[in-house]
């Protein structure tokens, strides 16, 4: 190749043009390419062969790996063309002597603008120096675009090789902070799960302690129960023998322990909260016992608040001026309701108390204008102030109005010497836009213009009383309703004379939420539907002895969402339709109360719809004589949030008490009075069924006897209140029962038990040591001794030994 090369050196340019006209240089390219790729044995006779193929087909498609078999061809040349141009000699100087280029229609001008010296066949110039520059030109911009695009390659490729790295750097970090997080989360889970394994062995010894602990705790219980019903079946089996147990202790009144556990074990705290609970006689004794009890019963605490009420009949201004200068500095609420002996004594060391906050003055005999005016000039910051029964007058409303400016609440109930004057005093003073409670019941004296004054000044009136007022009439209510528009609560019983127009406009207040009417003959269902309709945040409806309303004032009343409690006692015209209107209502869900004594004409399908009360608390059904005892009774035992029950006057007898029991036994205050069916079988059922009875009615209950009280006795030991009036069957054994196991006693009605006598007093006087109310009404076989020397136990006690009533129905 080399020598060929040589040989092509010296040629004319024109053979040069000839061979690369006729590629010959692409000729011997292919010729090359098909040799160095197909290796033929015979070359010679291969280049022949291809040359003659040449010849026939032209070399229109010369290709320069036409010589190539398909299979074999390679991707790239197998010479360049820069070899090709060497052995040619084509880069020569000599191929650019002469160009071809178009001529002008001037003479002697190319495409470049030089000059030829004459036109030829060829049409063959000599390239001048510009042209020279040009091309240098041309092709040093084409080094320096290969040059500048190979350098941004090769930026681009580093910046993405760059880019790349990064990513990979990047997610190489993550994966090993994740293998960390995950060498961190295992070795975690590990000491959790060894957490969780100590936690759950500790609970399980904790479990097991525990358990262990509440079975001693109930085995304990259950071991002083059994001991205690022992000695209960005991005592009874000895009184059914008739033995002497008169100077026998009964049981479960102590165990010899006289040991100080209340101020050694308990701690102050808790030994003064169980001190709380005393009032003062007792603190007195308490702190007579010992020097630890002296210091508990005198804690600051216990002396806040002081309630003379309860030692009415014994305290003395000596008694109140000693402990009024010991307490004076904590003393905030004191009660001298009913004391009648204390007179200008007391009230001086009252005026020294100057945290005093709520007093209560009622039914004090000795309280009058000057007593009154001394106390509030000292207690300056009363807010509580219960004027209740005494013999203020319009002076003593007029020293509030001026010292007492803060006073809320406020009671001048039956307080009958002051006048209007005195309530424009009150509603001229400061303490009028503070006033939100205010009673004037009984208080007759009182004219439409005392209530004009009453409600001009004190607009910011919450709770208005005006019970036992026969005298309001419509023009006293309309100017409260006008102007006391924040009223919520309202009292008016006993109030007959007034109408529909009253209500009518107490139902525009819509921030009513408690009415209370009663013994009103003139009220109808458009006072009630007004109230419906305005009145949506009713809670508390009161309507007793309305005679005048009908069923259409429960349907008024059902849509009231809040209501809690209603009562249509004596509401005579209401029947089963009602009370379905009030279940089928809004008010079903948040209902608690329900009164319908004396409702005549509600019966069964009544006992049905109350079912719908899913929250009713408290029924009474007194006198509903269409009620029957398996349509209705029974059905009554499904309201399981049932706790008070009265069907006094029902027909209920064994059967429907016992089915009462069974289905509720969450009942604590049963009223069966005047159930004449009811025997000691039905009772029997009932107590060891509803074993939580606090309170239980059974008077005029005529077939009961002493069998029926031993078994009440026995079931219900956390009795505290007991009727058995009309019992004439009750003799002293029911009263020894009662005393031996229901110590928790406070009120007891024998009235009508001719049988019982002085005995009974006894047995009463060791067993129910918590007796306060004790009624002995008719009870010839008790003496006026034994009477009178049961009040030195009993603060409240009512005896006569008169002839039986008529109405008792004994024969």
């Given at each position: 190749?080399?020598?060929?090369?040589?040989?092509?050196?010296?040629?004319?340019?024109?053979?040069?043009?000839?061979?690369?006209?006729?590629?010959?240089?692409?000729?011997?390219?292919?010729?090359?390419?098909?040799?160095?790729?197909?290796?033929?044995?015979?070359?010679?006779?291969?280049?022949?062969?291809?040359?003659?193929?040449?010849?026939?087909?032209?070399?229109?498609?010369?290709?320069?790996?036409?010589?190539?078999?398909?299979?074999?061809?390679?991707?790239?040349?197998?010479?360049?063309?820069?070899?090709?141009?060497?052995?040619?000699?084509?880069?020569?100087?000599?191929?650019?002597?002469?160009?071809?280029?178009?001529?002008?229609?001037?003479?002697?001008?190319?495409?470049?603008?030089?000059?030829?010296?004459?036109?030829?066949?060829?049409?063959?110039?000599?390239?001048?120096?510009?042209?020279?520059?040009?091309?240098?030109?041309?092709?040093?911009?084409?080094?320096?675009?290969?040059?500048?695009?190979?350098?941004?390659?090769?930026?681009?490729?580093?910046?993405?090789?760059?880019?790349?790295?990064?990513?990979?750097?990047?997610?190489?970090?993550?994966?090993?902070?994740?293998?960390?997080?995950?060498?961190?989360?295992?070795?975690?889970?590990?000491?959790?799960?060894?957490?969780?394994?100590?936690?759950?062995?500790?609970?399980?010894?904790?479990?097991?302690?525990?358990?262990?602990?509440?079975?001693?705790?109930?085995?304990?219980?259950?071991?002083?129960?059994?001991?205690?019903?022992?000695?209960?079946?005991?005592?009874?089996?000895?009184?059914?023998?008739?033995?002497?147990?008169?100077?026998?202790?009964?049981?479960?009144?102590?165990?010899?322990?006289?040991?100080?556990?209340?101020?050694?074990?308990?701690?102050?705290?808790?030994?003064?909260?169980?001190?709380?609970?005393?009032?003062?006689?007792?603190?007195?004794?308490?702190?007579?016992?010992?020097?630890?009890?002296?210091?508990?019963?005198?804690?600051?605490?216990?002396?806040?608040?002081?309630?003379?009420?309860?030692?009415?009949?014994?305290?003395?201004?000596?008694?109140?001026?000693?402990?009024?200068?010991?307490?004076?500095?904590?003393?905030?609420?004191?009660?001298?309701?009913?004391?009648?002996?204390?007179?200008?004594?007391?009230?001086?060391?009252?005026?020294?108390?100057?945290?005093?906050?709520?007093?209560?003055?009622?039914?004090?005999?000795?309280?009058?204008?000057?007593?009154?005016?001394?106390?509030?000039?000292?207690?300056?910051?009363?807010?509580?102030?219960?004027?209740?029964?005494?013999?203020?007058?319009?002076?003593?409303?007029?020293?509030?109005?001026?010292?007492?400016?803060?006073?809320?609440?406020?009671?001048?109930?039956?307080?009958?010497?002051?006048?209007?004057?005195?309530?424009?005093?009150?509603?001229?003073?400061?303490?009028?836009?503070?006033?939100?409670?205010?009673?004037?019941?009984?208080?007759?004296?009182?004219?439409?213009?005392?209530?004009?004054?009453?409600?001009?000044?004190?607009?910011?009136?919450?709770?208005?009383?005006?019970?036992?007022?026969?005298?309001?009439?419509?023009?006293?209510?309309?100017?409260?309703?006008?102007?006391?528009?924040?009223?919520?609560?309202?009292?008016?019983?006993?109030?007959?004379?007034?109408?529909?127009?009253?209500?009518?406009?107490?139902?525009?207040?819509?921030?009513?939420?408690?009415?209370?009417?009663?013994?009103?003959?003139?009220?109808?269902?458009?006072?009630?539907?007004?109230?419906?309709?305005?009145?949506?945040?009713?809670?508390?409806?009161?309507?007793?002895?309305?005679?005048?309303?009908?069923?259409?004032?429960?349907?008024?009343?059902?849509?009231?969402?809040?209501?809690?409690?209603?009562?249509?006692?004596?509401?005579?015209?209401?029947?089963?339709?009602?009370?379905?209107?009030?279940?089928?209502?809004?008010?079903?869900?948040?209902?608690?109360?329900?009164?319908?004594?004396?409702?005549?004409?509600?019966?069964?399908?009544?006992?049905?719809?109350?079912?719908?009360?899913?929250?009713?608390?408290?029924?009474?059904?007194?006198?509903?004589?269409?009620?029957?005892?398996?349509?209705?009774i029974e059905l009554l035992g499904q309201l399981h949030a049932l706790v008070s029950l009265d069907i006094s006057g029902c027909n209920c007898s064994d059967e429907g008490l016992s089915s009462l029991g069974k289905y509720n036994n969450h009942l604590r205050d049963v009223t069966l009075s005047e159930c004449a069916d009811i025997t000691d079988l039905g009772l029997q059922k009932f107590t060891q069924q509803c074993k939580d009875i606090e309170r239980l009615?059974?008077?005029?209950?005529?077939?009961?006897?002493?069998?029926?009280?031993?078994?009440?006795?026995?079931?219900?030991?956390?009795?505290?209140?007991?009727?058995?009036?009309?019992?004439?069957?009750?003799?002293?054994?029911?009263?020894?029962?009662?005393?031996?196991?229901?110590?928790?006693?406070?009120?007891?009605?024998?009235?009508?038990?001719?049988?019982?006598?002085?005995?009974?007093?006894?047995?009463?006087?060791?067993?129910?040591?918590?007796?306060?109310?004790?009624?002995?009404?008719?009870?010839?076989?008790?003496?006026?001794?034994?009477?009178?020397?049961?009040?030195?136990?009993?603060?409240?006690?009512?005896?006569?030994?008169?002839?039986?009533?008529?109405?008792?129905?004994?024969?």
């Amino acid at each position: 190749m080399a020598n060929m090369a040589a040989s092509m050196k010296g040629q004319k340019p024109e053979l040069k043009h000839y061979l690369r006209s006729n590629k010959l240089p692409d000729i011997y390219e292919a010729l090359l390419t098909g040799l160095a790729v197909m290796c033929p044995d015979d070359p010679l006779q291969f280049i022949l062969d291809k040359l003659r193929n040449l010849k026939e087909n032209g070399i229109d498609e010369l290709n320069w790996d036409m010589f190539v078999e398909e299979y074999m061809k390679p991707p790239n040349k197998v010479i360049t063309e820069s070899n090709l141009d060497f052995i040619f000699n084509l880069d020569d100087e000599s191929m650019i002597d002469f160009i071809d280029i178009p001529v002008n229609i001037q003479r002697g001008q190319g495409y470049f603008g030089g000059r030829f010296e004459g036109i030829t066949k060829s049409r063959k110039i000599w390239p001048t120096p510009e042209m020279y520059a040009t091309a240098y030109g041309h092709y040093n911009m084409s080094l320096k675009n290969m040059c500048f695009s190979a350098w941004m390659q090769y930026y681009l490729h580093k910046k993405k090789k760059k880019l790349a790295m990064e990513k990979k750097m990047n997610r190489a970090a993550l994966h090993h902070a994740h293998r960390i997080l995950r060498v961190h989360l295992n070795v975690w889970r590990d000491w959790l799960r060894y957490r969780k394994g100590c936690q759950a062995m500790a609970y399980h010894k904790l479990k097991r302690i525990y358990f262990v602990s509440v079975g001693i705790v109930l085995f304990r219980e259950w071991r002083a129960v059994a001991k205690r019903n022992k000695d209960q079946r005991e005592y009874f089996e000895r009184l059914e023998r008739g033995e002497n147990v008169d100077d026998e202790e009964t049981f479960g009144q102590g165990d010899g322990d006289a040991q100080d556990k209340l101020s050694g074990q308990l701690g102050i705290e808790l030994a003064v909260k169980v001190f709380s609970f005393l009032d003062i006689a007792d603190l007195a004794r308490c702190a007579c016992v010992c020097r630890s009890w002296k210091v508990i019963a005198y804690h600051s605490s216990l002396w806040n608040r002081l309630d003379f009420s309860k030692v009415r009949n014994r305290v003395t201004d000596l008694v109140t001026t000693k402990l009024l200068s010991k307490c004076r500095p904590y003393l905030i609420h004191l009660s001298m309701r009913g004391c009648s002996q204390l007179h200008s004594a007391t009230f001086t060391a009252l005026s020294e108390c100057r945290n005093l906050q709520d007093l209560n003055l009622s039914e004090c005999k000795g309280l009058d204008d000057e007593s009154l005016k001394l106390v509030v000039k000292g207690c300056k910051i009363i807010l509580y102030l219960n004027l209740s029964h005494t013999h203020i007058t319009d002076a003593s409303l007029r020293t509030i109005s001026k010292y007492c400016h803060n006073v809320q609440f406020l009671s001048l109930a039956y307080c009958k010497k002051f006048s209007d004057r005195g309530l424009q005093y009150l509603s001229a003073g400061k303490c009028s836009k503070k006033l939100e409670y205010l009673d004037l019941s009984g208080c007759l004296q009182i004219t439409p213009d005392g209530f004009k004054s009453l409600s001009a000044g004190c607009t910011m009136l919450q709770i208005l009383v005006l019970n036992e007022f026969p005298t309001l009439n419509d023009d006293c209510m309309i100017a409260i309703a006008a102007k006391c528009t924040k009223i919520h609560t309202l009292s008016i019983l006993g109030s007959p004379l007034l109408t529909d127009e009253t209500f009518k406009r107490l139902a525009n207040n819509r921030h009513l939420r408690k009415l209370r009417i009663e013994g009103n003959q003139r009220i109808s269902d458009l006072s009630l539907k007004a109230i419906g309709k305005n009145c949506t945040e009713l809670e508390h409806l009161y309507l007793a002895d309305c005679q005048r309303l009908t069923d259409a004032s429960l349907k008024a009343i059902a849509n009231c969402s809040k209501l809690v409690v209603c009562n249509m006692a004596d509401v005579v015209q209401i029947t089963n339709t009602g009370v379905q209107s009030l279940a089928e209502g809004s008010c079903a869900a948040s209902l608690r109360e329900l009164n319908l004594t004396n409702c005549i004409r509600v019966g069964d399908m009544a006992m049905f719809n109350i079912r719908k009360f899913k929250n009713l608390v408290y029924l009474s059904v007194c006198f509903c004589e269409h009620i029957s005892e398996k349509s209705g009774i029974e059905l009554l035992g499904q309201l399981h949030a049932l706790v008070s029950l009265d069907i006094s006057g029902c027909n209920c007898s064994d059967e429907g008490l016992s089915s009462l029991g069974k289905y509720n036994n969450h009942l604590r205050d049963v009223t069966l009075s005047e159930c004449a069916d009811i025997t000691d079988l039905g009772l029997q059922k009932f107590t060891q069924q509803c074993k939580d009875i606090e309170r239980l009615d059974l008077s005029h209950c005529k077939l009961l006897t002493d069998g029926a009280i031993k078994n009440l006795a026995f079931c219900c030991r956390y009795l505290t209140s007991l009727n058995l009036a009309g019992c004439k069957l009750i003799t002293n054994l029911s009263i020894q029962y009662l005393s031996g196991v229901c110590h928790h006693l406070h009120t007891l009605d024998i009235s009508g038990c001719i049988i019982i006598t002085d005995k009974a007093l006894k047995y009463l006087r060791k067993g129910c040591k918590k007796l306060k109310y004790l009624t002995m009404l008719y009870c010839k076989g008790v003496t006026k001794h034994a009477a009178m020397k049961m009040m030195r136990h009993v603060p409240a006690l009512k005896y006569s030994d008169d002839e039986i009533p008529i109405y008792y129905g004994y024969k």
